[in-house]
T-cell receptor
Framework: KQEVTQIPAALSVPEGENLVLNCSFTDSAIYNLQWFRQDPGKGLTSLLLIQSSQREQTSGRLNASLDKSSGRSTLYIAASQPGDSATYLCAVRQGGNQFYFGTGTSLTVIP | DTAVSQTPKYLVTQMGNDKSIKCEQNLGHDTMYWYKQDSKKFLKIMFSYNNKELIINETVPNRFSPKSPDKAHLNLHINSLELGDSAVYFC????????????FGDGTRLSIL
Protein backbone atom coordinates (compact mmCIF):
# COMPACT_ATOMS: atom_id res chain seq x y z
CA LYS A 1 0.00 0.00 0.00
CA GLN A 2 1.23 3.45 -0.91
CA GLU A 3 2.60 5.60 1.91
CA VAL A 4 3.44 9.26 1.45
CA THR A 5 5.67 11.08 3.92
CA GLN A 6 6.57 14.74 4.15
CA ILE A 7 9.56 16.08 6.00
CA PRO A 8 9.83 18.33 7.90
CA ALA A 9 6.43 18.48 9.58
CA ALA A 10 6.96 22.17 10.34
CA LEU A 11 9.36 24.79 9.05
CA SER A 12 9.95 28.40 10.04
CA VAL A 13 12.10 30.68 7.88
CA PRO A 14 12.80 34.42 7.63
CA GLU A 15 11.31 36.30 4.72
CA GLY A 16 13.39 36.22 1.56
CA GLU A 17 14.94 32.84 2.17
CA ASN A 18 14.80 30.04 -0.38
CA LEU A 19 13.46 26.75 0.95
CA VAL A 20 12.81 23.13 -0.01
CA LEU A 21 9.97 20.90 1.08
CA ASN A 22 10.30 17.15 0.72
CA CYS A 23 7.84 14.43 -0.19
CA SER A 24 8.60 10.71 -0.42
CA PHE A 25 6.43 7.81 -1.52
CA THR A 26 6.89 4.06 -1.27
CA ASP A 27 5.32 2.81 -4.52
CA SER A 28 6.76 4.30 -7.70
CA ALA A 29 3.83 3.15 -9.87
CA ILE A 30 2.16 6.55 -9.98
CA TYR A 31 0.37 8.57 -12.66
CA ASN A 32 1.34 11.93 -11.23
CA LEU A 33 2.24 13.87 -8.13
CA GLN A 34 0.50 17.07 -7.13
CA TRP A 35 1.53 19.78 -4.67
CA PHE A 36 -1.14 21.73 -2.80
CA ARG A 37 -1.26 24.47 -0.22
CA GLN A 38 -3.89 24.61 2.48
CA ASP A 39 -4.67 27.79 4.38
CA PRO A 40 -6.36 27.54 7.81
CA GLY A 41 -10.07 26.83 7.51
CA LYS A 42 -9.81 26.49 3.75
CA GLY A 43 -9.64 23.78 1.16
CA LEU A 44 -6.62 22.80 -0.87
CA THR A 45 -5.27 24.93 -3.69
CA SER A 46 -3.41 23.12 -6.44
CA LEU A 47 0.09 24.52 -7.01
CA LEU A 48 1.81 22.17 -9.41
CA LEU A 49 1.14 18.79 -11.00
CA ILE A 50 4.00 16.67 -12.32
CA GLN A 51 3.20 13.79 -14.62
CA SER A 52 5.07 10.56 -14.05
CA SER A 53 7.02 11.10 -17.29
CA GLN A 54 8.17 14.58 -16.25
CA ARG A 55 11.07 15.63 -14.09
CA GLU A 56 9.90 19.06 -12.97
CA GLN A 57 7.30 21.78 -13.24
CA THR A 58 7.62 25.49 -12.56
CA SER A 59 5.13 28.20 -11.71
CA GLY A 60 6.43 31.60 -10.70
CA ARG A 61 8.59 31.24 -7.59
CA LEU A 62 7.69 27.56 -7.25
CA ASN A 63 9.56 24.63 -8.75
CA ALA A 64 8.62 21.02 -8.16
CA SER A 65 10.81 18.08 -9.10
CA LEU A 66 10.03 14.40 -9.34
CA ASP A 67 12.36 11.42 -9.14
CA LYS A 68 9.95 8.56 -9.56
CA SER A 69 12.50 5.78 -9.33
CA SER A 70 13.65 6.90 -5.90
CA GLY A 71 10.15 7.86 -4.76
CA ARG A 72 10.92 11.51 -4.08
CA SER A 73 9.63 14.94 -4.92
CA THR A 74 10.72 18.37 -3.77
CA LEU A 75 8.96 21.71 -3.80
CA TYR A 76 11.36 24.63 -4.03
CA ILE A 77 10.08 28.06 -3.02
CA ALA A 78 12.28 30.99 -3.99
CA ALA A 79 12.42 34.29 -2.11
CA SER A 80 9.80 33.28 0.44
CA GLN A 81 7.15 35.80 1.52
CA PRO A 82 4.83 35.92 4.57
CA GLY A 83 1.94 35.13 2.23
CA ASP A 84 3.55 31.76 1.56
CA SER A 85 2.76 30.70 5.13
CA ALA A 86 0.44 27.69 4.88
CA THR A 87 0.46 23.92 5.05
CA TYR A 88 1.88 22.28 1.94
CA LEU A 89 0.65 18.84 0.95
CA CYS A 90 1.82 16.45 -1.71
CA ALA A 91 -0.39 13.75 -3.19
CA VAL A 92 0.29 10.89 -5.58
CA ARG A 93 -2.26 9.44 -7.95
CA GLN A 94 -2.38 5.73 -8.73
CA GLY A 95 -4.68 3.51 -10.73
CA GLY A 96 -8.36 3.25 -9.94
CA ASN A 97 -8.60 6.94 -9.09
CA GLN A 98 -6.70 6.37 -5.88
CA PHE A 99 -5.02 9.38 -4.31
CA TYR A 100 -2.64 9.26 -1.37
CA PHE A 101 -1.76 12.38 0.56
CA GLY A 102 1.22 13.17 2.72
CA THR A 103 0.86 14.51 6.23
CA GLY A 104 1.89 18.01 5.19
CA THR A 105 4.56 20.57 6.06
CA SER A 106 3.42 23.61 7.99
CA LEU A 107 5.42 26.60 6.72
CA THR A 108 5.76 29.89 8.55
CA VAL A 109 7.58 32.77 6.86
CA ILE A 110 8.60 35.39 9.38
CA PRO A 111 8.53 39.03 8.22
CA ASP B 1 -17.33 32.63 -8.64
CA THR B 2 -16.72 29.66 -6.39
CA ALA B 3 -15.52 26.68 -8.41
CA VAL B 4 -16.32 23.93 -5.90
CA SER B 5 -18.80 24.86 -3.20
CA GLN B 6 -19.93 22.84 -0.20
CA THR B 7 -22.79 23.38 2.19
CA PRO B 8 -22.99 23.64 5.08
CA LYS B 9 -19.62 24.98 6.17
CA TYR B 10 -20.24 23.81 9.75
CA LEU B 11 -22.46 20.98 10.93
CA VAL B 12 -23.02 20.16 14.59
CA THR B 13 -25.30 17.26 15.38
CA GLN B 14 -25.89 14.43 17.81
CA MET B 15 -24.76 10.85 17.62
CA GLY B 16 -27.19 8.60 15.79
CA ASN B 17 -28.58 11.31 13.49
CA ASP B 18 -28.55 11.17 9.69
CA LYS B 19 -27.09 14.15 7.81
CA SER B 20 -26.14 15.24 4.31
CA ILE B 21 -23.45 17.49 2.91
CA LYS B 22 -23.93 19.02 -0.52
CA CYS B 23 -21.28 19.71 -3.13
CA GLU B 24 -21.53 21.50 -6.44
CA GLN B 25 -18.88 22.35 -9.03
CA ASN B 26 -19.18 24.79 -11.92
CA LEU B 27 -15.97 23.81 -13.67
CA GLY B 28 -17.57 21.39 -16.09
CA HIS B 29 -15.58 18.52 -14.61
CA ASP B 30 -16.82 14.97 -14.97
CA THR B 31 -15.28 13.46 -11.85
CA MET B 32 -15.96 14.35 -8.23
CA TYR B 33 -14.50 13.17 -4.96
CA TRP B 34 -15.08 13.15 -1.24
CA TYR B 35 -12.23 13.28 1.26
CA LYS B 36 -12.07 13.09 5.05
CA GLN B 37 -9.45 15.12 6.95
CA ASP B 38 -8.98 13.94 10.51
CA SER B 39 -7.84 15.85 13.58
CA LYS B 40 -4.21 15.28 12.61
CA LYS B 41 -4.86 16.93 9.24
CA PHE B 42 -4.41 13.64 7.38
CA LEU B 43 -6.46 13.55 4.17
CA LYS B 44 -7.95 10.29 2.99
CA ILE B 45 -10.04 9.69 -0.10
CA MET B 46 -13.50 8.26 0.52
CA PHE B 47 -15.10 8.14 -2.92
CA SER B 48 -14.46 9.09 -6.48
CA TYR B 49 -17.33 9.22 -8.95
CA ASN B 50 -17.92 10.01 -12.58
CA ASN B 51 -20.71 9.12 -14.91
CA LYS B 52 -19.17 5.73 -15.45
CA GLU B 53 -18.19 4.39 -12.10
CA LEU B 54 -18.15 4.84 -8.38
CA ILE B 55 -14.97 3.86 -6.64
CA ILE B 56 -15.23 3.40 -2.93
CA ASN B 57 -12.34 3.26 -0.51
CA GLU B 58 -12.79 -0.09 1.19
CA THR B 59 -12.23 1.41 4.63
CA VAL B 60 -15.28 3.67 4.38
CA PRO B 61 -18.24 2.37 6.44
CA ASN B 62 -21.40 1.71 4.47
CA ARG B 63 -23.13 4.37 6.60
CA PHE B 64 -21.56 6.80 4.13
CA SER B 65 -23.09 7.00 0.68
CA PRO B 66 -22.50 9.42 -2.20
CA LYS B 67 -25.43 10.53 -4.30
CA SER B 68 -25.01 12.30 -7.63
CA PRO B 69 -28.17 13.84 -9.14
CA ASP B 70 -26.13 15.15 -12.06
CA LYS B 71 -22.57 15.67 -13.21
CA ALA B 72 -22.16 18.93 -11.29
CA HIS B 73 -23.26 17.60 -7.91
CA LEU B 74 -22.05 14.92 -5.53
CA ASN B 75 -23.72 14.89 -2.15
CA LEU B 76 -22.59 12.89 0.85
CA HIS B 77 -25.16 11.16 3.05
CA ILE B 78 -24.19 9.84 6.43
CA ASN B 79 -26.45 7.57 8.48
CA SER B 80 -26.29 6.84 12.19
CA LEU B 81 -23.52 9.33 12.91
CA GLU B 82 -20.81 8.25 15.34
CA LEU B 83 -18.32 10.24 17.40
CA GLY B 84 -15.50 9.10 15.13
CA ASP B 85 -17.15 10.75 12.17
CA SER B 86 -16.12 14.15 13.51
CA ALA B 87 -13.76 15.59 10.90
CA VAL B 88 -13.55 18.03 8.03
CA TYR B 89 -15.02 16.66 4.81
CA PHE B 90 -13.77 18.02 1.50
CA CYS B 91 -15.33 17.75 -1.89
CA UNK B 92 -13.14 17.99 -4.98
CA UNK B 93 -13.50 17.71 -8.73
CA UNK B 94 -11.35 17.16 -11.79
CA UNK B 95 -11.62 16.35 -15.44
CA UNK B 96 -11.16 12.66 -16.15
CA UNK B 97 -7.84 11.58 -17.56
CA UNK B 98 -4.78 10.67 -15.63
CA UNK B 99 -3.12 14.06 -15.38
CA UNK B 100 -5.76 16.59 -14.52
CA UNK B 101 -5.43 18.58 -11.27
CA UNK B 102 -8.07 18.40 -8.58
CA UNK B 103 -9.93 21.46 -7.33
CA PHE B 104 -11.17 21.48 -3.75
CA GLY B 105 -14.04 23.05 -1.87
CA ASP B 106 -13.49 24.84 1.44
CA GLY B 107 -14.64 21.89 3.51
CA THR B 108 -17.46 21.06 5.93
CA ARG B 109 -16.52 20.77 9.57
CA LEU B 110 -18.68 18.05 11.12
CA SER B 111 -18.86 17.84 14.90
CA ILE B 112 -20.70 15.02 16.63
CA LEU B 113 -21.93 15.66 20.17
Amino acid sequence: KQEVTQIPAALSVPEGENLVLNCSFTDSAIYNLQWFRQDPGKGLTSLLLIQSSQREQTSGRLNASLDKSSGRSTLYIAASQPGDSATYLCAVRQGGNQFYFGTGTSLTVIP
Amino acid sequence: DTAVSQTPKYLVTQMGNDKSIKCEQNLGHDTMYWYKQDSKKFLKIMFSYNNKELIINETVPNRFSPKSPDKAHLNLHINSLELGDSAVYFCASSQSGGNQPQHFGDGTRLSIL
